[in-house]
T-cell receptor
Framework: TQLLEQSPQFLSIQEGENLTVYCNSSSVFSSLQWYRQEPGEGPVLLVTVVTGGEVKKLKRLTFQFGDARKDSSLHITAAQPGDTGLYLCAGARSGGGADGLTFGKGTHLIIQP | DARVTQTPRHKVTEMGQEVTMRCQPI?????VFWYRQTMMQGLELLAYFRNRAPLDDSGMPKDRFSAEMPDATLATLKIQPSEPRDSAVYFC????????????????FGNGTRLTVT
């Protein structure tokens, strides 16, 4: 079973601070996706990273895929209250996710105004 | 915006009762997944279909869970009999997988069915 460990589990910081959350595995993934989930809703895709070492930016969010495609990080610059949510990483078991994704348990992020 | 629609949003039932959850995937998507989310286990894949054919249901307790896709616009997940340990949020997600089964396939999730079994 391919497992994804996310850290920290919970993070509460003040508006304007920077933060990094991590997604680690002992397994190699063909690609990795990051989702954000808000209470009462389903996860929403933020980004997909495919190539080892790849870096993608989405406004104040920077996603990096590890060189060995076993880990990933999400860095948020100048966090805003609207960034509050559950951040999930998900690894593709094969074929880019066609056979389903393995999800980490997520990082619960709270940005306090 | 096209959305995955799940019904009901909430369901409270007594142990032993049958529960049916429904999902309308995004039109044109060929793959439908059922996930269960709990605080302890996070999101777990239960089963999935491609072009309405079941491909993998190894994540489901087979004695009480069943998943079907009677047509391209409806997927169902049924629990009979339900037990308190089935209490969770059940998500349906759909995606478009290219021919050949490869290529990155983002999932589009519904808003889930929150099931409470007492």
């Amino acid at each position: 079973t391919q497992l994804l460990e996310q850290s920290p589990q919970f993070l509460s910081i003040q508006e304007g601070e920077n933060l990094t959350v991590y997604c680690n595995s002992s397994s190699v993934f063909s690609s990795l996706q990051w989702y954000r989930q808000e209470p009462g809703e389903g996860p929403v895709l933020l980004v997909t990273v495919v190539t080892g070492g790849e870096v993608k930016k989405l406004k104040r969010l920077t996603f990096q895929f590890g060189d060995a495609r076993k880990d990933s990080s999400l860095h948020i610059t100048a966090a805003q209250p609207g960034d509050t949510g559950l951040y999930l990483c998900a690894g593709a078991r094969s074929g880019g996710g066609a056979d389903g994704l393995t999800f980490g348990k997520g990082t619960h992020l709270i940005i306090q105004p | 915006d096209a959305r995955v629609t799940q019904t009901p949003r909430h369901k409270v039932t007594e142990m032993g009762q049958e529960v049916t959850m429904r999902c309308q995937p995004i039109l044109g998507h060929n793959t439908v997944f059922w996930y269960r989310q709990t605080m302890m286990q996070g999101l777990e894949l239960l089963a999935y279909f491609r072009n309405r054919a079941p491909l993998d249901d190894s994540g489901m307790p087979k004695d009480r869970f069943s998943a079907e896709m009677p047509d391209a616009t409806l997927a169902t997940l049924k629990i009979q009999p339900s037990e308190p340990r089935d209490s969770a949020v059940y998500f349906c997600a759909s995606g478009l997988v290219p021919r050949g089964g490869r290529g990155n396939s983002p999932l589009h999730f519904g808003n889930g069915t929150r099931l409470t079994v007492t």
